[in-house]
């Protein structure tokens, strides 16, 4: 029953974020501000913490990497309002408002406090706005997310549980839970390497979702060019890491998600049948998670896993492209994702 619960409430936050994605207002480019937020964060820590400086014993990079993953707070807080076109002064101090919270809760605190700061850039007199923003949004900041964590870190316990409970059954269906589950948060605000730190996932378990994970950037990479996703460098970006394209993905989750699920439950089971492991937690991510499976394994094996989820991948990704070759796509212009100097100009004065 967990575990059914569990994949239930996945579902849930998949097609809340499509649905964030297609009708909340300016919500596309709030979710290419998540992104960002967690590039910024996540993946340094991944590379940094881990892959540099934990299999190679580097304290100070480590350490690094570990202030850099505790950000997502801030870095959410700032991008969001940055793309809703807001003062970048008005911005960072939302930031540093949110600095202390986690991801998820930062960006949807963010979201709703932005439209309250363009009210006040527009109905304010200059200058006098700046002590207006100081005074209401710090506050307010504090408020709003004291009551969401608890909701999104209750959601993360639930989906969490689903992955443990998985773990205890049989391997191999374990490795194919595993495998579809993984790669899939780890398209979503909820992050993979979020979600494997908090639940604690090492051994085998690890060791699927960080080659699960691998191979979805390959099916995605695939993917995103035979269904023309994006512009022409879009594919490379999406294959380096899933989260920055999370708004194309929202908005074109059938073909994306189901491909990927297909492609996670086969190399799920590779990975369970030859016995990779990984000794440290947070390594559901495409290329640390490489990189920290290769160095804690036998070089030999590993690289036969590789080849063999590389294969499996493309050949997911060329058939998810066949399969969905009519559906029809929602186009977005990467380059007004994040907001460009002149798209936030507009949106000032609008």
Do not use: H
């Not at 059954?169 to 589950?181: D, F, Q, R, T, W």
């Not at 490379?236 to 998600?257: G, K």
């Not at 996670?264 to 990189?291: D, E, N, Q, R």
């Amino acid at each position: 029953m967990e575990t059914v619960s569990g994949v239930l409430m996945l579902v849930l936050v998949l097609c809340g974020m499509s649905l964030f994605s297609f009708k909340a207002p300016r919500g596309r480019k709030a979710l290419g501000a998540l992104s960002g937020a967690a590039c910024a964060t996540f993946l340094p820590e991944a590379f940094l913490r881990y892959a540099v400086g934990g299999v190679f014993n580097i304290e100070y990079i480590s350490n690094i990497g570990e202030v850099m993953g505790g950000l997502g707070g801030l870095a959410a807080g700032a991008l969001v309002p940055l793309a809703f076109g807001i003062s970048p002064v008005f911005s960072i101090i939302m930031g540093i408002s949110l600095i202390k919270v986690s991801l998820l809760p930062a960006f949807i605190t963010a979201y709703l406090l932005s439209f309250l700061i363009r009210q006040i850039e527009k109905r304010v007199t200059e200058g006098i706005d700046l002590l207006v923003i100081i005074l209401v949004i710090p506050l307010s900041a504090a408020l709003i997310a004291g009551l969401i964590q608890p909701v999104v870190l209750s959601v993360l316990g639930v989906i969490g549980g689903t992955i443990l409970n998985a773990v205890e059954g049989n391997p191999y269906v374990m490795a194919a839970i595993l495998g579809a589950i993984i790669p899939i948060v780890g398209m979503t605000p909820l992050s993979s390497m979020v979600l494997t730190a908090l639940i604690g996932l090492t051994g085998v378990p690890m060791a699927i979702g960080a080659m699960t994970c691998y191979g979805s950037s390959l099916v995605n990479a695939v993917l995103f060019k035979r269904m023309k996703l994006g512009s022409k460098s879009t594919p490379l970006a999406v294959a380096i890491e899933p989260l920055t394209q999370i708004d194309i993905i929202s908005s074109n989750p059938i073909p994306v998600y189901m491909t990927n699920l297909v492609s996670g439950i086969i190399s799920g089971i590779i990975v369970t049948f030859f016995g990779l492991t990984v000794p440290v937690t947070g390594m559901a991510t495409p290329w640390a998670g490489l990189l920290v499976t290769l160095g804690n394994n036998p070089i030999q094996t590993t690289l036969l896993v590789v080849v063999l989820i590389t294969v499996v991948s493309i050949i997911c990704g060329l058939l998810g492209a066949i399969v969905f070759r009519n559906y029809k796509a929602v186009e977005i212009d990467n380059a007004k994702k994040l907001g460009t100097p002149e798209t936030m100009v507009t949106e000032l004065e609008n």
